[in-house]
């Protein structure tokens, strides 16, 4: 196949509620989408996970399009690509950057299993037909109404249940929730809150029983964790230390963590993602899907990865309703008694509503 044509739509959509975190508040999320044609008319669709500001990791809206624009675009435009883990070999030279390489990388999955006549998650080797959903739950105003979001997940059904935590905002908490919730899986996540000072601290979570605490320290640490975990009975996973099947292969070296996340923007692409999949599990390390607060066309993403053997834990691939008003997918994804029935349609396995993200989109350009 051969790219000929690429649109970058960039949107602006509101969160039905805000969601807070120890980076702070997101209330309106604003992303890239990006559509890629190849010669036969074929339509493939990416998503970018980059927020409009560097408090995830480096990258942003802005600076995706930038080395889309000006790299990467014109790396792929009109090169014959017989399978997309060719896509990450022509990017090697393009240093970091990987949600925005992950971008367009997710648009050529989808236009290839079109030209296999499959579903993405038929061409990645995924076997499942359901998927098990957790949920991550932003920090609430009081311990009161985070008892009572957690609460509704529960009778929603998710399977398990994050909860973000920050300095003042972590044990009081999750001995209320597990006083409430003595038998529901749970974990706690800290997006780099904490240093090993904090030891101690991070210690008394161990009485709660949690699946893991996820990231508690630097966000491009490995050693600190390693030494961490040592202290620690509850598994550690890694987030926002993982980039790559080598950061992934010194963690696990190191013994840095139980659980690795696994996203797709974060480490470059579904390629590389599957990749750290293949590792963990012949490596006897459990992982899970994280989430970014996607719209349809990301969660579509995650939910043909989830299907891959190794994703024995529930991800954070709640449906479309716990958080937009209207998503820009037909059907939306939709959570029934924790579970996602896989979509079997040929490619992403989801139609773009165009309708919606017209409405949505703030501006666009098309690249041949």
């Known amino acids: 196949m051969k790219i000929t044509e690429v649109t970058i739509h960039h949107l602006k959509m509101r969160l039905k509620h805000p969601f807070t975190t120890s980076f702070g508040t997101i209330q309106d999320k604003e992303f890239l989408l990006l559509e890629a044609k190849d010669e036969s008319g074929r339509i493939g669709w990416g998503e970018s996970v980059a927020f409009d500001a560097p408090w995830y990791n480096e990258e942003t809206m802005k600076s995706t399009w930038h080395i889309l624009e000006d790299f990467l675009i014109p790396i792929i435009l009109n090169k014959e690509i017989l399978h997309p883990d060719e896509v990450s070999e022509s990017f090697q030279g393009i240093r970091k950057n990987y949600m925005a390489k992950s971008t367009i990388e997710g648009a050529i999955w ?3 299993a079109q030209t296999q006549n499959q579903s993405l998650t038929q061409v990645l080797g995924g076997t499942k037909e359901k998927i098990e959903v957790g949920i991550s739950i932003g920090i609430q105003p009081t311990i009161e ?23 003042d905002w972590d044990v009081n908490v999750m001995r209320t929730l597990r006083e409430h919730f003595p038998d529901v899986p749970m974990m706690a996540d800290a997006n780099s809150a904490y240093t090993l000072q904090d030891i101690e601290l991070l210690k008394q979570l161990d009485e709660f029983n949690l699946t893991m605490i996820e990231q508690p320290l630097a966000y491009d640490d490995i050693i600190d964790h390693a030494v ?5 009975k509850t598994p550690i996973c890694l987030d926002e230390s993982i980039h790559s099947l080598e950061d992934t292969r010194k963690a696990i070296e190191l013994g840095a963590c139980g659980v690795i996340n696994i996203k797709i923007g974060r480490v470059g ?6 990749r750290i999949h293949d590792y963990c599990e012949e490596h006897g390390i459990p992982v899970w899907c994280g989430g970014m607060l996607e719209s349809g066309i990301g969660r579509a993403h995650n939910i043909a990865l989830t299907t891959l053997s190794n994703f024995v834990l529930p991800g954070d691939t ?11 997918i037909k059907p939306e994804v939709v959570v029934e008694n924790g579970y996602i029935t896989v979509p079997q349609q040929v490619g992403i396995g989801y139609k773009p509503n165009m309708e919606v993200i017209n409405r949505y989109t703030v501006s666009s350009k098309v690249y041949r």
Not at 145 to 167: F, N, S, T
Not at 269 to 274: C, D, L, P, Q, V
Request: charged residues 30%; aromatic residues 8%.
């Open 145 to 167: 109404q985070q008892v009572a979001v957690v609460e509704k997940a529960i009778k929603d059904g998710y399977k398990r249940i994050k909860v973000k935590i920050k300095p």
């Open 318 to 328: 709640a449906g479309s309703s716990h958080y937009w008003e209207q998503d820009i």
């Open 269 to 274: 692409g579904i390629s590389e993602a599957k």
């Open 110 to 112: 989808d236009i290839y």
């Open 228 to 232: 961490l975990q040592k202290q620690l």
